[in-house]
Structures are given as structure tokens and as C-alpha cells.
């Protein structure tokens, strides 16, 4: 049976909107905040329908399905990310598919990904993954070792992997001024490796989705990873 897709170009409408007044509210220029589609789960038929709408950038949490999705929406202006959690056995494809990578948190991982990305010719964008609310369930870095970890990196001379920022899943379930903590917490985290390691490694924060994307915002998203938001509920997955 067919299901009908949603109204994906009014969703989208409705997002762009709510993050020009968040953005304006702090004192911000939206043109500043990446708007990253996620389409896990979601077929090319609704992604093609968000292309329709303007949408370009694009975020996918798993290797796997990229795979199987990614070779039926070939355009060369869309924008790939990857946000979910990588097995390093599958570093390989992700220079081949994907212009951003969110989730780094390991320096044997930043090395793979290098080395695919330098026999692939490609330069890939990197964000370190924090774990900022000490979540057991997230993955990521402790945000005391984030620091050594930069350190580390760039003595490493990876030539093909670029650090550019942070990023974070909140913990689920917390009340609003928990996850205004956490935003602000990753910000703070965020300036302070800005000013010792300089901008241009440190110049994006990703976090915020579908349900709290505009506190991210006031807190300092320079990209937030909306799913639901835009494509209604994620269909249930055969275990």
C-alpha cells in the first residue's frame, strides 16, 4: 500500500520561518544557521519533494541505508551530512558520499577517514561529537577532554579531514532549561577552542532538532538537524 507523502513543501515553509524569528530574536542573521534536512528512514520520493521546495542540505544517520538511497538522487548541488554514530569498518564510504562529518570522536577514526578521504581526492568537513550532558547512552567526547583531543589532531597533520566545530545530541526527556544548559554549555565549550585553536577550526555548532531547535538557536546553532519537523514521523522499522 502507498502511503501519501506529507506536505513537505508547507513543513519546510513553517521551519524556515520559526528559525528567521529565533534567529531574529537573538540578534542573529539567519542566513548564519544551516538548515539540515535528516532524512532517516524517509524515501528518495520525499526527498525529492523537499528538493522541489528548495531544500539542499541533507543529513543521514546510517551508512547502510545512505548507501541504498544516496545512487537515486544524484545532483550535484545537494549537500550531504553525515549524524549518526560510525563504525570505523565503514569509514571508507563516507568521503565517497558525504561533504560533512558530525560525529568524530576518536583519533584512530579521524585517521581512516583521512586516509579514504585522500585516496578519493575529496577534503571532508569534521565536527567533534560531545557528549555534554554526561549521558551514558551518547557517544561522544567528554567535554574536559575535548581540548587534548584538538591538540592531538591537529599535531597529527591529517591533510584530508578539516576540523570545523562541534556538535551534540541532547539527553532525552529533560525540561527546556535543562537543554538551554546544554546549548550553552557546548557554546561555551565552542569559544573557548575557538580562541585557543582559532576560528577556523571552531566556527560551527551543531545542535537543536525538531523539538528544540529554536533554543539552539538563541544558544548559537550555526546548524540544526530537523527530521520530523519537515517529513512527520519517522515510519516504524522491522527489528
Known amino acids: ?6 506536505d513537505i513543501q508547507h513543513n519546510l515553509e513553517d521551519v524556515r520561518e520559526r528559525i528567521r524569528c529565533a534567529a531574529a530574536s537573538a540578534g542573529r542573521d539567519p542566513d548564519g544557521i544551516r538548515l539540515i534536512a535528516v532524512s532517516k528512514y524517509m524515501t528518495p ?10 531544500q539542499r542540505v541533507f543529513g543521514e544517520n546510517t551508512v547502510q541505508e545512505a548507501l541504498g538511497k544516496l545512487p537515486l538522487i544524484q545532483d550535484p548541488q545537494n549537500e550531504w551530512h553525515f549524524i549518526g554514530h560510525l563504525q570505523t569498518n565503514k569509514a571508507r564510504h563516507i568521503a565517497a558520499n558525504f561533504a560533512w562529518f558530525h560525529t568524530l570522536d576518536s583519533l ?3 585517521r581512516m577517514l583521512d586516509r579514504h578521504a585522500g585516496a578519493a581526492g575529496k577534503q571532508l568537513r569534521a565536527l ?5 550532558s554526561g549521558d551514558p547512552d551518547k557517544f561522544g567526547l567528554e567535554p574536559e577532554a575535548v581540548t587534548g583531543f584538538v591538540e592531538t589532531f591537529l599535531d597529527a597533520g591529517l591533510g584530508a579531514v578539516s576540523l570545523h566545530g562541534l556538535m551534540t545530541i541532547g539527553r532525552r526527556g529533560i525540561s527546556e532549561s535543562g537543554r538551554r544548559r546544554e546549548f550553552t554549555g557546548l557554546r561555551e565549550l ?6 585557543r585553536f582559532g576560528t577556523a577550526h571552531f566556527s560551527e555548532l551543531s545542535m537543536g532538532m525538531s523539538d528544540d531547535y529554536e533554543i539552539a538557536i538563541s544558544e548559537g546553532a550555526t546548524m540544526v538537524r530537523i527530521g520530523s519537523a519537515i517529513f512527520g514521523p519517522r515510519p516504524r522499522q522491522r527489528a
Open 45 to 54: 520520493a520525499h526527498i525529492a519533494r523537499a528538493m522541489a521546495a528548495g
Open 190 to 195: 565552542g569559544d573557548t577552542c575557538a580562541a
Open 108 to 110: 584512530k577514526l579521524a
Open 128 to 132: 567533534l561529537q560531545v557528549n555534554i
Open 1 to 6: 500500500m502507498t502511503t501519501s507523502l506529507p
